[in-house]
C-alpha cells in the first residue's frame, strides 16, 4: 500500500466505502471493448481509454480504483486467442490502476469473477478454477493491490475458492453474489446464507454485484446486513428492474427480441435514482456502495454527493438556475419558448 493511504478496513471502519464498476459496459459504448465475450483487451489495446476512464470515476468520487482483469482469466482469453497475453494483460491492468489511484488516495482493487467452467459436481472444474484465480491474483498482488474483489459469483463454491486464493495470498477479500436467479445460487445456497458463510469463512466484506438494480437488490441486501457481522457490499446495475423482471437479463420491451445486453438504455436510471439508491443502502446498514454494469461517473457523483461528499468533479455538478431556457434568469422570449414546448401536441 502506498504511503498515506487509508486502508479499506481502516475506510470501512470510520464510514461508507465508495467504489465504482462497470468499466465493460462503459468502454464497450465507447467503442473499445467488444460486446459479446466482454474481454477487457482495451487494457492493452488502448490503455488511454482504461486510464481515463479511471480517472473519470476517481474525480466522481470513486474510493477504489478495480484493476480492469474482469474477464481477463485464461478461459475467456482463449476463446479470442489471447491466451499469451493472459499475464500481461493483467499486470498492466493492476499497474494502470494503481497509476490513477496515486493521483488521488485510492485504493487499488485485485478483481476475479466466475469463470463459466465451475461445476459443483466436477471437482476436476474446481481445480481449474482456483488455477486459474491462483494465477491471475498472483500478479496482481505481486503488482501491489491493496485488497481483491471477487465478484458476480453464480456459485458460493466457486466463490469460496476465491476466498480462499485471496486469503492464501494474506489480502483482504470482498466477494460478492450475482442474484441472477430469484432467491439462490445456481448451488441451492440461500443468497443470504450464502453470504453469512462468506463471512464465517473470513471475508472482510460480503454482499452482491450486478444483475438486479436498485428496486430489487434493496431488500435483499437489508436481509444480508441482519445476517453478517462483517461489512456488506452494494453494487447494483443502474436499470429499472422490478418484480416481475427482477434482474437485467430479465427485462423484456415490446418490438424487441431481446433487450439484455445491448438495448438496456430505455430501462436506465438516471443519476437522482442512483442518489437515492446511494443514501437508502447507507440507511440500512450498507458499508460498501457502488455500481456495476451500465454505471457511468455522473451517476457516481451524484452518489457520492448524496453521501455528503465532496469531489473534484463537483466543480462541474449542475446548477440549472443558470440554465438558459429553464433557469431563474431565463428572458422572456426563452420563456415563452418554454411555454410552446410543454403546450406542443
Not at 473519470?56 to 474510493?63: N, P, Q, S, T, Y
Not at 461517473?297 to 466543480?315: D, I, N, Q, W, Y
Request: glycine share 8%; charged share 25%.
Amino acid at each position: 500500500m502506498s504511503p498515506g493511504v487509508v486502508s479499506l478496513e481502516k475506510r470501512l471502519a470510520s464510514g461508507l466505502v465508495l467504489g465504482a464498476e462497470g468499466y465493460v459496459f462503459e468502454l464497450e459504448r465507447r467503442g473499445y471493448i467488444k460486446a459479446g465475450p466482454y474481454v477487457p483487451e482495451a487494457v492493452l489495446d488502448f490503455p488511454g481509454a482504461v486510464r481515463e476512464l479511471h480517472r473519470e470515476f476517481l474525480r466522481a468520487g470513486a474510493e477504489v480504483m478495480v484493476a480492469l482483469t474482469y474477464y481477463a482469466h485464461r478461459e475467456k482469453l482463449r476463446h479470442v486467442g489471447r491466451e499469451d497475453d493472459l499475464e500481461a494483460m493483467n499486470r498492466a491492468a493492476v499497474r494502470l490502476a494503481r497509476e490513477v489511484a496515486a493521483e488521488g488516495g485510492a485504493l487499488v482493487a485485485g478483481n476475479v469473477c466466475n469463470t463459466w467452467v465451475y461445476d459443483p459436481d466436477d471437482r476436476a472444474t474446481h481445480d481449474a478454477v482456483r488455477a486459474q484465480y491462483t494465477e491471475q491474483l498472483g500478479w496482481a498482488a505481486d503488482e501491489g493491490v491493496d485488497f481483491v474483489i471477487s465478484e458476480t459469483n453464480d456459485y458460493l463454491g466457486e466463490a469460496l475458492i476465491a476466498l480462499e486464493v485471496i486469503q492464501g495470498l494474506g489480502l483482504p477479500a470482498m466477494v460478492t453474489l450475482a442474484s441472477t436467479q430469484p432467491d439462490r445460487t445456481r448451488d441451492g445456497h440461500d443468497y443470504v446464507e450464502a453470504c453469512r458463510i462468506l463471512a464465517e469463512h473470513g471475508a472482510t466484506v460480503v454482499g452482491l454485484n450486478c444483475d438486479r438494480g436498485p428496486a430489487t437488490m434493496l431488500p435483499v441486501l437489508a436481509r444480508i446486513r441482519d445476517a453478517v457481522s462483517c461489512a456488506v457490499a452494494a453494487q447494483p446495475v443502474p436499470y429499472r428492474t422490478t418484480e416481475a423482471m427482477p434482474t437485467m437479463q430479465s427485462l423484456r420491451a415490446e418490438g424487441l427480441d431481446r433487450v439484455f445486453p445491448l438495448a438496456l438504455e430505455s430501462f436506465s436510471c438516471n443519476r437522482f435514482e442512483m442518489a437515492a439508491f446511494a443514501a437508502s443502502a447507507r440507511d440500512v446498514g450498507v458499508n460498501y456502495i457502488g455500481i456495476c454494469c451500465g454505471g457511468a461517473p455522473h451517476h457516481v457523483r451524484a452518489m457520492a454527493e448524496a453521501l455528503g461528499r465532496e469531489v473534484p468533479a463537483g466543480k462541474y455538478s449542475p446548477v440549472m438556475d443558470l440554465h438558459p431556457i429553464i433557469g431563474s434568469g431565463r428572458s422572456i422570449t426563452d420563456s415563452d419558448v418554454l411555454t410552446a414546448w410543454n403546450v406542443a401536441g
